[in-house]
C-alpha cells in the first residue's frame, strides 16, 4: 500500500492533533468540505471542534492565528492557495515574524501554501511563494519535496516555536508517491543529496527536484553523472552542503520554478560565488520561470516553467562552459 504526498501532509495533521491539544487546524473549508485539495479531509470528524472553517479573509485568518498562538496554541493554517497569502503578507512579515524579537513571546504557527504550477491553473493559483517570505527574519521557508518531507517536516514546523512556511506542491498532491512513511527523517536547515555524481551540481527544491533527477537519469547514458541537491528548506539555506557538492563537481546549475528575478536560485549562486569562487571550474548558472505571469494554456505554461527538458538544455550548456 502506498501513500500520496497530499496523504502524507493530512497524516501529518492528523498526528499533530492527536499528540497536542494545542493544535487546531483553520481555514477556507478546511472543516466538513475537507479542504480545496483534501488536504483536511475527514479531520473535523475526527477531531470536533479543533478543525475549524474561517471567514473568507485571509488577513483575518493569519491574525487570528498569531492571537492564539500568543495565548499558547500551535494553529495550523491552510491557504487555499499561496496567492492568496498575500492578502495576509501584512499578519505574516510583520506580526508573526517579528513577535518574539520584540516581545520575546514565541509565535509557533504553520502557514501551509499550496503552492506551484499545474496544468490550467493560470496567473492567479500558481505562485511560488517562497523567496518573498524567506526575504524577512523571523520566518521558517520549508519546501519539501518528497512524501516523507512532506510529513516529517510538517510535524517539525507544529513543534518548533517560529512561525513556518510550508510551501507543499500542488502537482506532487497526488502525482508523488512513497511505499510507507519512514520513521526517522533529516532536520530542517539540513540538504539532501538525492543523487551523487561527479561532472555537474543540480541545486533545486520542491517539484523541481524530480526534473532534476530525470535529468540525471537522461545525461547518465550520455557517460554525464549529475549530482543533485534537494535544499528541503530555504530558510535556513543549507550552503555547507551545496559548497560541498560544488566542491567535488566544480560545476553549478541552480533550479526553481519560481520567477528569475532575485529568488533562491539567485541567493544559492551568489553565496557559491562569494564563499566558495576558488571552487567553480566555470561560471554558475541557474534556469527559472520565464518573467511573465503565470500562463493559463497548458502548452505555454510547460514552457513558461523548467521542465527536464529545458534542464537538460542548460545542463549541456554549462558542462560545456
Known amino acids: 500500500m502506498s501513500i500520496t504526498y497530499l496523504e502524507a501532509i493530512r497524516e501529518a495533521q492528523a498526528r499533530a492533533l492527536a499528540e497536542d491539544p494545542r493544535v487546531f487546524i483553520y481555514g477556507q473549508d478546511v472543516g466538513a468540505f475537507g479542504g480545496a485539495f483534501k488536504a483536511t479531509k475527514n479531520l473535523a470528524e475526527e477531531f470536533p471542534g479543533r478543525v475549524i472553517d474561517s471567514p473568507i479573509s485571509e488577513d483575518a485568518i493569519i491574525g487570528l492565528a498569531i492571537g492564539a498562538a500568543i495565548d499558547g496554541m500551535r494553529p495550523i493554517v491552510e491557504m487555499q492557495f499561496a496567492d492568496f497569502s498575500a492578502v495576509g503578507f501584512n499578519q505574516v512579515i510583520n506580526q508573526a515574524a517579528t513577535l518574539y524579537w520584540r516581545t520575546r513571546v514565541p509565535c509557533p504557527i504553520t502557514i501551509r501554501l499550496p503552492a506551484g ?97 530525470a535529468v540525471a537519469e537522461e545525461l547518465a547514458s550520455e557517460g554525464t553523472e549529475i549530482e543533485v541537491v534537494d535544499l528541503r528548506s530555504v530558510k535556513p539555506l543549507d550552503t555547507d552542503t551545496v559548497m560541498a557538492s560544488v566542491a567535488r563537481t566544480g560545476r553549478l546549475l541552480c533550479v526553481g520554478e519560481a520567477w528569475p528575478w532575485g529568488g533562491v536560485t539567485a541567493e544559492v549562486m551568489a553565496r557559491v560565488a562569494g564563499e566558495g569562487f576558488g571552487l567553480l571550474d566555470a561560471p554558475p548558472q541557474r534556469l527559472n520561470a520565464k518573467d511573465t505571469p503565470v500562463p493559463y494554456h497548458p502548452n505555454l505554461w510547460a514552457a513558461h516553467r523548467p521542465t527536464a527538458r529545458s534542464i537538460a538544455t542548460a545542463a549541456r550548456n554549462v558542462l560545456r562552459l
Open 117 to 213: 504550477g499545474t496544468s490550467g491553473s493560470g496567473p492567479f493559483h500558481s505562485q511560488n511563494m517562497e523567496a518573498i517570505y524567506a526575504h524577512y527574519p523571523g520566518l521558517v521557508v520549508m519546501t519539501p519535496a518528497t512524501v516523507e518531507d512532506a510529513y516529517h517536516m510538517l510535524l517539525e514546523a507544529v513543534a518548533i516555536d517560529d512561525p513556518v512556511i510550508f510551501c507543499e506542491h500542488k502537482y506532487l498532491y497526488y502525482h508523488l508517491k512513497a511505499d510507507k512513511l519512514p520513521g526517522d527523517a533529516m532536520p530542517t536547515g539540513k540538504a539532501r543529496i538525492a543523487r551523487e555524481g561527479r561532472d555537474l551540481t543540480i541545486v533545486a527544491y520542491s517539484a523541481m527536484v524530480h526534473e532534476a533527477l
